[in-house]
């Protein structure tokens, strides 16, 4: 029985969020419980296993010592890293941009622009604190649309990635002649074309919600492209998590991008990227495959599993 006075589920984070405890055995001694019934108690507290909270906080950590200019070695070595590959991949899947391309010296923009999803409100708060926002419960299944927003941004890094095994010729190659997904778009006929408009669909909706210019198109080749994915990605996850805080879902947005413009529920818009993402990714999937490069599903269930290992 908990003494009066005494905040057990506060005990239980500050286990979890010690620096010297770098596993559930550590956690779980330092709350003098075993690390079955630690893992059940802080899951039911705080609706996430202590390992998937630890790793959310202390990178939410890293990604704002890193907008401070601190090195990414360092920031590597601080959040517990053997290496600094290890680090960045871990980093990168989180955010969808490498810890390298992270901007640093300037000051935030928002309090939350480090904060990755989180089910329950807990966030790293500089410079060394644990803050529980005021933002209002997801609802209506904000929580699924957010994992499908995160597991877009990382599927989509990911196929870039495996895009530069392919030599130049079988990356253009024509394999679907005539292809054209959306009449706006264009032809979507090559492993290079479905990949890029997969990162101008991305950049086009996160000018418009900004209420940006229109965006400059870069390169399509696949180190362009992934320079373009790390810097629209944390812009797209950002504006996202945005709508979701205040339920903007149903507000309307007018896009003046459009000629002439035109006015589109956010929720939409949002929906539309997820279902034209999902279609191209599974499509260059189907195309990596049939050029020899070994690809996964792309299933978020997979994802979600190796993720909150």
Do not use: K
């Not at 003098?32 to 802080?42: I, M, T």
């Not at 959310?56 to 053997?82: M, N, P």
């Not at 778009?185 to 950049?203: F, K």
């Amino acid at each position: 029985m908990t003494p009066p006075g005494r905040d057990r589920l506060r005990e239980l984070l500050d286990a979890v969020l010690d620096e010297d405890n770098r596993s559930l055995a550590d956690m779980a001694g330092d709350a003098y419980a075993s690390p079955f019934h630690f893992s059940r108690l802080v899951s039911g507290g705080a609706g996430e296993s202590p390992v998937a909270l630890r790793r959310r906080v202390v990178l939410e950590r890293a990604a704002w010592q890193l907008r401070q200019g601190a090195r990414v070695t360092d920031v590597a070595l601080a959040a517990g890293y053997e290496s600094v590959e290890g680090f960045s991949r871990a980093f990168a899947r989180a955010y969808g941009h490498t810890p390298g391309s992270v901007p640093g010296g300037g000051p935030p923009r928002s309090r939350d622009e480090h904060w990755l999803p989180a089910p329950n409100g807990l966030h790293f708060h500089p410079p060394s604190s644990l803050l529980v926002s005021d933002e209002p419960q997801r609802r209506g299944g904000d929580e699924v649309t957010a994992l499908l927003v995160q597991h877009g941004v990382e599927d989509t890094r990911a196929l870039l990635e495996l895009a530069g095994d392919l030599d130049p010729g079988e990356y253009r190659r024509v394999r679907g002649p005539g292809q054209v997904l959306l009449p706006w778009d264009g032809a979507e006929e090559s492993v290079a074309a479905v990949l890029e408009h997969l990162v101008w669909t991305l950049e086009v909706w996160v000018a418009s919600l900004e209420g940006a210019d229109t965006p400059v198109r870069g390169g399509d080749d696949p180190a362009a492209l992934l320079d373009r994915h790390d810097a629209v990605a944390p812009r797209w996850l950002a504006a996202v998590r945005e709508v979701s805080r205040r339920g903007a879902w149903g507000d309307r947005l007018v896009d003046a991008l459009c000629e002439p413009p035109e006015s589109f529920l956010v929720g939409s818009v949002v929906a539309h990227v997820l279902t034209f993402s999902a279609h191209r990714r599974l499509l260059a999937r189907h195309w990596l495959r049939e050029a020899g490069v070994p690809v996964d599903t792309g299933d978020p269930i997979e994802w979600l599993t190796r993720r909150t290992r």
